[in-house]
């Protein structure tokens, strides 16, 4: 009898074609809005991954600017103390260490200047910080070895000596401090640190900064993302006991991850994504009303066919049934072409976004929320037509027969 | 009343005039007992029914007459099960239904009781042939179904029709696909309401001429109107007034043969 009733329910919502689509259509807004918001949702939180996931097994190891608490001495950092932060048996959590000299340096080409801060540091910050390059090559830990005078432009360098060409850059002696450098790379633009010029941190010290082995900044990568905690208590350790610290007031060095920040920011990035598909479900809550209305208007239209399928036998059960059935239908359909929409409307941004606005993050259609859309949509079909198929079912059929 | 309306008699070529009772099985197909039924409650209560008692034989054409308000209405209700009784018993076909629930009282309307009523009530933008099915649908009756609606169909002389929507089709016609639907489970009594309030002379006839072959096969046909010329077609005529039965005779059937 389902199979019958189900056509019954069908061609009654046939018989109303334009309001049936109509009221479908606030489904297929509802859950279209939903899939599409959370999909960019998805795909901001994939592109901060993306630009900063590798942040958060970074740990930054500096020392503290100053007196340090209490007044002892403080001590540098020192290339030693990045050796010993290699140890395996001692920080076995500990994977790469980067170190780093800062300063400042005039830079000139020709007549022109430009003063910029200078990083010197080893083959791998590039690859550590996550900057990418936009014409030519890193320097390689031969060049690390040898002091080399070669140099990384920021992009700030790049605009004020090359007019802003990469390539133009690339090759060029460049007279940075009173030392003539190669420029073998440029990088990219991130909004950080793009006023620099990066160089081995032997030709550093030997050109720019001076100074014997003490180092600004000591860059270290945890193993894993859970690793972080017990390698910043292993780095605490070492150089407490090297700088003979007892007293962790007195501490002269700053052990700082970035990982909790990191996980803050994604956290928070998430309760935006689901904020934004909590406004999209507004909309299908509206449109579930949209189905309520149009159902119980439905039932009082035809309560005179109520009375009649009723008089020629019609149990209650197969009226709530068929008014049920057309409530789902109208819902389930909405909620299919939703879902078509949603997706399609997804994938096309992903397509083009990108490509229109440059580092938009192409939105990622999350399987879940589909399920979870189309299980809603099913839910709202029942929520809705519950009451006026009850109603329906109800009805005394000698008051529905006279009905006009 | 007769002046508004043309008498049978000079509408169809070859009618005459028979003994009525003559072949009646002797079963008892409905039996009222003490039946009332009262409307509304507490003070304002009105007795719209009753009490009444009432027997109905297997194969009998019975009229219920009666002007508005005097009670038929609700009798037909009754009878049809689409309504219980306040008080009294009514049993249809050797089955008491007057305590029954509204689960039962369906399925009871559905094999049981086959319904005309006065303005066809067939399910708009449906086909002559599912309208006839759905009976049998509700019945959750699989067995050749669609063969048995267009018999039904046939029967009623409307095969051609069977794929007609009720909007294609003539008042008479619609009629006689309700008939065909009344009849399409086999029920234990055809209930007619008003069937020929809605129609011309010449439907009226066509349907008459429908009920009265189908009693003639023995099935039990009550007819509700208040027109005499319908009720000439009944082989007993009952009148009710203020909701008690004031006239019962077996009559000479009027015939189209």
């Known amino acids: 009898m389902i199979w019958e009733v189900t056509r019954i329910a069908l061609r009654g919502l046939r018989a109303n074609k334009l309001r049936s689509a109509l009221t479908t259509l606030g489904i297929i807004i509802g859950v279209s809005a939903v899939i599409l918001l959370t999909a960019l949702g998805n795909g901001i939180q994939a592109g901060f991954n993306e630009q900063f996931g590798s942040l958060n097994t970074q740990i930054t190891v500096t020392p503290t600017e100053g007196a340090v608490p209490g007044g002892g001495q403080?001590?540098?950092?020192?290339?030693?103390?990045?050796?010993?932060?290699?140890?395996?048996?001692?920080?076995?959590?500990?994977?790469?260490?980067?170190?780093?000299?800062?300063?400042?340096?005039?830079?000139?080409?020709?007549?022109?200047?430009?003063?910029?801060?200078?990083?010197?540091?080893?083959?791998?910050?590039?690859?550590?910080?996550?900057?990418?390059?936009?014409?030519?090559?890193?320097?390689?830990?031969?060049?690390?070895r040898t002091n080399a005078k070669v140099v990384v432009l920021g992009p700030n360098p790049v605009n004020e000596l090359f007019g802003g060409n990469p390539t133009a850059a690339l090759n060029q002696e460049i007279r940075i401090g009173s030392a003539v450098?190669?420029?073998?790379?440029?990088v990219e633009a991130t909004g950080q640190q793009d006023d620099v010029a990066i160089?081995?941190?032997?030709?550093?010290?030997?050109?720019?900064?001076?100074?014997d082995d003490e180092l600004d900044t000591i860059i270290v990568r945890a193993r894993s993302a859970?690793?972080?905690?017990?390698?910043?208590?292993?780095?605490?350790?070492?150089?407490?006991?090297?700088?003979?610290?007892?007293?962790?007031?007195?501490?002269?060095?700053?052990?700082?991850?970035?990982q909790q920040q990191i996980q803050e920011a994604t956290q928070f990035l998430s309760f935006l994504t689901l904020f934004t598909a909590a406004v999209a479900g507004i909309s299908l809550i509206v449109g579930s009303i949209g189905v309520a209305n149009i159902m119980l208007v439905t039932v009082t239209e035809r309560t005179r066919e109520i009375g009649i399928r009723k008089a020629i036998g019609a149990r209650?059960?197969?009226?709530?049934?068929?008014?049920?059935?057309?409530?789902?239908?109208l819902s389930?359909?909405?909620?299919?072409?939703?879902?078509?929409?949603?997706?399609?409307?997804?994938?096309?941004?992903?397509?083009?976004?990108?490509?229109l606005i440059p580092d938009f993050p192409a939105p990622a259609v999350d399987p879940s929320s589909i399920v979870l859309a189309f299980t809603i949509s099913l839910i709202i079909g029942l929520i809705a037509g519950g009451y006026p198929a009850h109603r329906a079912s109800r009805l005394r059929p000698i008051e529905a027969l006279r009905y006009q | 009343m007769s002046t508004a309306y043309p008498h049978p008699r000079s509408l169809v070529g070859t009618i005459g005039v028979v003994e009525g009772t003559a072949a009646l099985r002797g079963g008892i197909m409905i039996e009222l007992d003490g039946v009332t039924k009262v409307y509304g409650n507490g003070e304002v209560q009105v007795r719209a029914l009753g009490p009444v008692d009432l027997l109905i034989e297997e194969g009998d054409l019975v009229a219920i007459?009666?002007?508005?308000?005097?009670?038929?209405?609700?009798?037909?209700?009754?009878?049809?099960?689409?309504?219980v009784p306040s008080g009294g018993r009514y049993t249809l076909d050797g089955v008491d239904v007057s305590k029954l629930r509204d689960n039962k009282l369906a399925a009871i309307r559905n094999t049981r009781i086959g319904f005309v009523f006065q303005s066809f009530n067939l399910i708009s933008r449906t086909s002559a042939v599912r309208n006839v099915e759905l009976p049998l649908i509700y019945a959750g009756d699989k067995s050749r179904r669609r063969e048995r609606a267009l018999a039904a169909l046939e029967r009623v002389g409307l095969g051609e029709r069977a794929g007609h929507m009720p909007n294609e089709l003539s008042g008479g016609q619609q009629q006689r696909v309700a008939v065909a639907r009344a009849l399409v489970t086999n029920p234990a009594i055809i209930l007619a309401d008003e069937p020929t309030g809605n129609l011309d002379t010449t439907s009226t006839v066509e349907v008459m001429r429908l009920l009265v072959e189908l009693n003639d096969a023995g099935r039990t046909v009550v007819l509700i109107t208040h027109e005499p010329e319908v009720a000439e077609f009944a082989k007993r005529v009952i009148e009710l007034r203020d909701g008690q039965i004031v006239r019962d005779v077996r009559q000479k059937q009027l015939v189209a043969s």
């Open chain 1, 74 to 144: 403080a001590r540098d950092l020192t290339e030693n103390d990045m050796e010993a932060l290699l140890n395996p048996r001692d920080a076995p959590d500990v994977a790469t260490v980067t170190p780093i000299v800062g300063g400042a340096a005039l830079l000139q080409v020709g007549g022109d200047q430009y003063r910029t801060s200078v990083t010197g540091t080893t083959a791998d910050y590039l690859s550590i910080t996550d900057r990418e390059l936009t014409a030519g090559r890193a320097f390689d830990e031969q060049e690390v």
């Open chain 1, 181 to 186: 450098f190669r420029v073998i790379g440029t």
């Open chain 1, 199 to 211: 160089m081995p941190v032997g030709a550093a010290r030997s050109y720019l900064t001076g100074g």
């Open chain 1, 226 to 258: 859970e690793a972080v905690t017990p390698a910043a208590d292993q780095i605490t350790a070492i150089l407490s006991e090297r700088h003979n610290i007892r007293d962790t007031a007195k501490r002269d060095f700053d052990v700082q991850a970035l």
């Open chain 1, 316 to 329: 209650p059960r197969v009226i709530l049934l068929q008014f049920m059935l057309e409530s789902i239908f």
């Open chain 1, 332 to 355: 389930g359909m909405g909620g299919l072409i939703g879902i078509a929409l949603g997706v399609g409307l997804s994938l096309t941004g992903a397509a083009i976004l990108p490509q």
């Open chain 2, 65 to 83: 007459m009666g002007p508005s308000g005097s009670g038929k209405s609700t009798m037909m209700n009754i009878l049809g099960c689409l309504d």
